[in-house]
């Protein structure tokens, strides 16, 4: 195929990017490490954790995961942490010891945990204590044999580790009451003798994380990445930045939570350079945000819409020092022409915007980063990245025309974690990913987002799949029917809105709300509830047109598909 991108590549960024500086994330973990040393690797809540100090805390962990919880090569151990220090220690330690990584997001219900480590098979999990609770009721249906449980405070400096995990516990009563047994503290796991690691024999084929996504189809599965989908995607992404941040000198603002793909891949960006990277534990927490930005001298951010938003509607962003900064990437879900415009205006530098999916590791498309007005585009394919249009058929469309977004690269997924019926569905026979988003190639090779093939709703940046939606408001007896659109809020762009059909007359919005949110993460839960008497629209194999629906009820039109 003619890759008509190039043309309007900047220039110095290869047609190919060097996939094989390394062959595994350990690799690059070790080699950098190594030439960094004592230079800041992360921060969190005031406290640094050097190169030196990640290599030695990770190395011991991944020795604990070999010789006291007996996991061996291919194990899946799950990570369920907000952004702390323990994260990249423990990210790190899993994949040292041959382990594959399972993210998982702490919101999550007690349900929806159970669902995703059985599926993975988990065998080991590390949590935040705040969370052990719902750890506790998912256990009994799994295959986790070995429960390491972390604090606040546990990687903080003395006293602000004790200070930090009283405050949590008994001050703003975080931490409700739980019980595993044989659980064990992360910090007991981290003095565990390193030189008992056995390093793992590692190649580029093998899984590094079972990153679970709905897909184009919201049945939760677990994108096979590999170690060479990750590695690729992260020497793709410096083959586009190169030039612009330096080895060894820049500083990242991650607000972004690294359970979350897009997050996880840019912090792994940012740490292969040899990048300070700054976690955030709550960004919503604006003041507290706008205070950290205003202590730190960065040079690099990434966020989603809405984050940046907020941002330049909070008190005292105009006096953060912006002097410094050269890089702001956008992914998540789509930025808004105003957001863009106005964040140019006030820190100097584009919002960077791109485009992938958790199926692609997930980087596929990025704007140049010396733009200076807002393209309206998803950028140009990356350095050894394919791009097409195709028809319902399979056949590649002219630029301008419509189609379904199709890639090809070593970033895309090895298939779908036991699920070869949904991995054949989303790979044409000779293999390009089929991404469910439908868009177009302009004559420059710049790709546009049209709309979406699905109906995923995406709630600052998170997809919420209509069909989960559904089922857990059919659970309620009250319900007859129900479906899960897009509406606006005011607050995320996008939000869940769910049209009920009434079994029982006297259910009410209140009490129907709060049985999804007993059943569902936070963000998945219905803001608006509308009740309606008449059957809602189905096709004549009994399907809920969810398009009629949105068509009845005004949820609006949208723009989606960065990444997932």
Known sequence: MEKTWLQSYPSGVPAEADLHAFDTLPALQRAVCARHGAKPAFSNEGATLSFARIDALSRAFAAHLQTVAGLSDGDRVALMLPNLLQYPVALFGALRAGCVVVNINPMYTARELERQLADAGASAIVVLENFAHTLQAALPRTMVRHVIVTRVGDLLPFPKSQIANLLVRHVRHLVPDWDIAGAVRFVDALHTNASALREPRLARD??????????????????????????????????WIDGVLKDGEECAVIPLPLYHIFALTCMLAFFRIGAHNVLITD??????????????????????????????????????????????????????????????????????????????????????????????????????????????????????????????????????????????????????????????????????????????????????????????????????????????????????????????????????????????????????????????????????????????????????????
């Open 206 to 239: 093998d899984l590094a994380f079972l990153q679970y996504t709905g897909g184009t189809t919201g049945t939760p599965k677990g994108a096979m990445l590999t170690h060479g989908n990750l590695v690729s995607n992260l020497q793709q992404t410096l083959a």
């Open 283 to 564: 960004p919503r927490d604006m003041p507290r945000l706008v205070r950290r930005l205003a202590h730190t001298p960065f040079t690099a951010m990434i966020g989603v819409n809405t984050l940046f938003n907020a941002l330049l509607g909070a008190p005292g962003i105009a006096q953060v020092n912006h002097g410094h900064v050269k890089l702001v990437v956008a992914g998540g879900m789509a930025v808004q022409r105003p957001v863009a415009e106005r964040w140019h205006a006030v820190f100097g530098v584009p919002l960077v915007e791109g485009y992938g999916l958790t199926e692609t590791s997930p980087i596929v498309c990025a704007n140049r980063l010396d733009a200076t007005q807002y393209t309206g585009a998803i950028g140009l394919p990356l350095p050894s990245t394919e791009v097409t249009i195709l028809d319902d058929d399979g056949h590649e469309m002219a630029p301008g025309a419509q189609g379904e977004i199709c890639v090809h690269g070593p970033q895309v997924m090895k298939g779908y974690w036991h699920r070869p019926d949904e991995t054949e569905k989303v790979f044409t026979a000779d293999g390009w990913l089929r991404t469910g988003d439908i868009g177009c190639m302009d004559e420059h090779g710049y790709f546009r987002l049209v709309d979406r093939k699905k109906d995923v709703i995406v709630v600052s940046g998170f997809k919420v799949f209509p069909n989960e939606v559904e089922e857990v408001a059919a659970m309620h007896p009250g319900v007859l029917e129900a479906a899960a659109i897009p509406a606006g809020d005011e607050r995320s762009e996008q939000a869940v809105k769910l049209v009920v059909v009434r079994r029982d007359p006297e259910l009410d919005a209140g009490t129907l709300r709060e049985h999804c949110r007993r059943h569902l993460a936070a963000y998945k839960v219905p803001r608006f509830i509308e009740f309606q008497q008449e059957p809602l629209p189905k096709s004549n194999v009994g399907k809920v047109l969810r398009r009629l629906v949105r068509e009845q009820h005004g949820a609006p039109a949208r723009r989606t598909g960065e990444p997932a």
